[in-house]
């Protein structure tokens, strides 16, 4: 932990063994990812008056923290004090910076901050351009965000997948699917390939407009693409659905009509009740699913795992994935994440990296999201070493 380091850290001066700029960024990032602000700053000052100045990367660290923690009226002093001392700060400073300012909704805070990098000679970059259109997204602000975009390109700055799914998502959440499929087409005549979070945007935008053939369309273009959908694509296919008509009355519908439903009707239903936290009328689904002799698959219990952890059941969800196995079915990386998002909300971190190394011995190759949620459940826990050493594991 931070106070162990502090410890050695102190000895380092004790023995005479002078820090250099490398030691003092890695323990500021430390406290102030712990939010020990005031032991940074000091940190900070004692480098600063042994001469061992600290570089753009340290202040890029202070300018970081403190964004994150809402305290950006603080992080903005900090490109000041790198000017006075002679240490401009880059593209990362700013960027850092006007994320923060993105995060807050203060666009006006956030444009002075590129305008006046770019009165600098500083160079925006695409993660520069992402962060301003991410938020005039979010803020229903298209115009604004189309400006950003056109300014971007411009500059010769090319657009990367990000963007262009912060824009396709930021036009489909304000119904505008024209847009969004210009947006779509521009990219893929850029020779940009869209990916999961790309279709499951459009989806998610057809499901809302009620444009459910669309939404399938859409849907089958991207596993005509070999893009495997995930939970966010199945949930906004479940939603667009329910939003048309009831669930049930449609299930009921189909066997009035003496149409059989089949794994992926009750894989639908069963995933339904899950997202809606209706584990009982999901289990309902499921024994009626085996009543028919209707064999569940690796979805099905997938659906009925991650159902249980959003409710913060594990023991059940434990229930279901021991069944699962007990049957043959292999889980993948997907079954394994929730499992490990379920037990990281329940601050049950221990359990989470147990699944993860059984996952691992299983010979399933953990994702990035399954890292994102193991590290960002050790985060949450304040276990800061643990997560820099898992942060270090993930493949380059």
């Not at 049930?248 to 089949?262: C, G, L, T, V, W």
Request: hydrophobic share 40%; proline share 3%; aromatic share 8%.
């Amino acid at each position: 932990m931070v106070d162990d380091a502090l410890v050695f850290f102190s000895e380092m001066i004790e023995k005479c063994m002078l820090p250099n700029v490398i030691t003092y960024s890695s323990l500021i990032r430390g406290l102030c990812n712990f939010g020990r602000w005031k032991e940074a700053k000091r940190l900070l000052k004692e480098m600063v008056d042994l001469k061992n100045f600290p570089d753009v990367f340290t202040f890029s660290i202070l300018v970081d923290a403190l964004c994150k923690e809402g305290m950006v009226r603080d992080a903005e002093s900090i490109p000041k004090i790198m000017i006075q001392r002679g240490e401009g700060p880059d593209v990362v400073t700013y960027s850092v910076l006007i994320n923060g300012y993105c995060l807050q909704g203060q666009m006006d805070e956030a444009m002075k901050a590129f305008n006046s990098m770019v009165d600098r000679g500083i160079k925006p970059d695409v993660v520069t351009y992402s962060a301003l259109i991410h938020r005039y997204c979010l803020q229903g602000q298209m115009d604004e965000a189309m400006k950003a975009f056109n300014s971007m390109e411009d500059r010769r700055i090319k657009p990367n997948v990000i963007t262009y799914n912060t824009l396709i998502h930021g036009y489909c959440l304000q119904g505008q699917m024209d847009e969004a499929m210009k947006a779509f087409n521009s990219m893929e005549d850029r020779r940009i390939k869209p990916n999961v979070v790309t279709f499951s945007a459009l989806i998610h935008g057809y499901c809302l407009q009620g444009q459910m053939d669309e939404a399938m369309k859409a849907f089958n273009s991207m596993e005509d693409g070999g893009i495997k959908p995930d939970v966010v694509t199945y949930s906004a296919l479940i939603h667009g659905y329910c939003q048309m008509v009831e669930a049930m009355k449609a299930f009921n519908s189909m066997e009035d009509r003496r149409i059989k439903p089949n794994v992926i009707t009750y894989n639908t239903l069963i995933h339904g009740y899950c997202l809606q936290g209706q584990m009982d009328e999901a289990m309902k689904a499921f024994n009626s699913m085996e009543d028919r002799r209707i064999k569940p698959n690796l979805v099905t219990y997938s659906a009925l795992i991650h159902g249980y952890c959003l409710q913060g059941q594990m023991d059940e969800a434990m229930k279901a994935f021991n069944s699962m196995v007990d049957r043959g079915i292999k889980p993948d990386v997907v079954t394994y994440s929730a499992l490990i998002h379920g037990y990281c909300l329940q601050g049950q971190t221990d359990e989470a990296m147990r699944a993860f190394n059984s996952m691992v011995d299983r010979g399933i190759v953990p994702t990035n999201i399954t890292y994102d949620i193991l590290i960002n459940g050790y985060c949450m826990q304040m276990k800061i070493d643990e997560a820099m050493h898992l942060l270090r594991e993930i493949p380059r």
